[in-house]
């Protein structure tokens, strides 16, 4: 479980976002940030003994991504981000494999797995995967845990059939889709609960059997 001062902390920065103010209360952060790793340790605990492919070795501070924004291509120059994100990488399988990402932010948590705009190549072998295979991704996405749980991100999805495909095509509407992401959306107050590292866990049972598809669809 997390401190609610912790996401407090990026409300407060949101507002004093400037090198300035870092810099004069950088210690809130540091506060932040340990707190954060305390939990980032019970979830890789928990992910690893799940997922075979994920290192119990990992470090939690490899796994917290940087607080700072790269905004040298970028019209927005405010130096922080608004959020803290945690990147599972599962780098004992291969290059293409299925991320495991959570998302803090005020008003806008969430864990995410899958491919979040993919290239294209990965992209056009999920597509052939779910066109050989329908029935087995159809049965992964309908799983009533998985509704209950997750949601396909819809983010950028074409307005017309991709390449290949046509518009009348039984699937046509998972074909369309851009990134192969299930989200799983929390309110704020979960992460207060000593109950959320147990929930995530179940989070992680659930997603299992769609990663184990798109992991097989992007097998070299």
Same mark, same amino acid.
């Given at each position: 479980?997390?401190?609610?001062? %912790?996401?407090?902390?990026? /409300?407060?920065?949101?507002?004093?976002?400037?090198?300035?103010?870092?810099?004069?209360?950088?210690?809130? *952060?540091?506060?932040?940030?340990?707190?954060?790793?305390?939990?980032?340790?019970?979830?890789?605990?928990?992910?690893?003994?799940?997922?075979?492919? *994920?290192?119990?070795?990992?470090?939690?501070?490899?796994?917290?991504?940087?607080?700072?924004?790269?905004?040298?291509?970028?019209?927005?120059?405010?130096?922080?981000?608004?959020?803290?994100?945690?990147?599972?990488?599962?780098?004992?399988?291969?290059?293409?494999?299925?991320?495991?990402? #959570?998302?803090?932010?005020?008003?806008?948590?969430?864990?995410?797995?899958?491919?979040?705009?993919?290239?294209?190549?990965?992209?056009?072998?999920?597509? /052939?995967?779910?066109?050989?295979?329908? $029935?087995?991704? #159809? %049965?992964?996405?309908?799983?009533?845990?998985?509704?209950?749980? *997750?949601?396909?991100?819809?983010?950028?999805?074409?307005?017309?059939?991709?390449?290949? *495909?046509?518009?009348?095509?039984?699937?046509?509407?998972?074909?369309?889709?851009? $990134?192969?992401?299930?989200?799983?959306?929390?309110?704020?107050? /979960?992460?207060?609960?000593? $109950?959320?590292?147990?929930?995530?866990?179940?989070?992680?049972?659930?997603?299992?059997?769609?990663? #184990?598809?798109?992991?097989?669809?992007?097998?070299?």
């Amino acid at each position: 479980m997390l401190k609610k001062k %912790t996401l407090d902390f990026l /409300e407060v920065l949101n507002e004093n976002n400037n090198r300035e103010w870092f810099a004069e209360n950088k210690q809130l *952060y540091e506060e932040a940030k340990a707190d954060l790793l305390v939990m980032i340790g019970q979830l890789i605990k928990e992910l690893s003994a799940i997922d075979a492919h *994920y290192s119990a070795d990992t470090d939690p501070k490899k796994a917290l991504m940087r607080i700072y924004r790269d905004v040298r291509f970028s019209k927005n120059k405010d130096p922080y981000k608004k959020n803290y994100g945690i990147a599972f990488d599962v780098k004992g399988y291969g290059p293409n494999t299925p991320s495991y990402y #959570l998302h803090l932010q005020p008003g806008n948590c969430f864990f995410g797995v899958g491919f979040w705009q993919p290239e294209p190549q990965i992209l056009k072998m999920i597509r /052939e995967e779910i066109d050989y295979n329908a $029935s087995e991704f #159809l %049965t992964v996405i309908n799983d009533d845990d998985f509704k209950k749980t *997750y949601a396909l991100s819809q983010e950028d999805k074409l307005k017309k059939a991709p390449k290949g *495909y046509e518009i009348d095509h039984p699937q046509i509407e998972l074909l369309k889709l851009k $990134s192969f992401i299930a989200i799983y959306n929390l309110p704020d107050a /979960e992460f207060f609960k000593p $109950s959320i590292v147990n929930k995530l866990k179940t989070a992680f049972e659930i997603i299992q059997p769609f990663v #184990l598809f798109l992991r097989k669809a992007t097998a070299s």
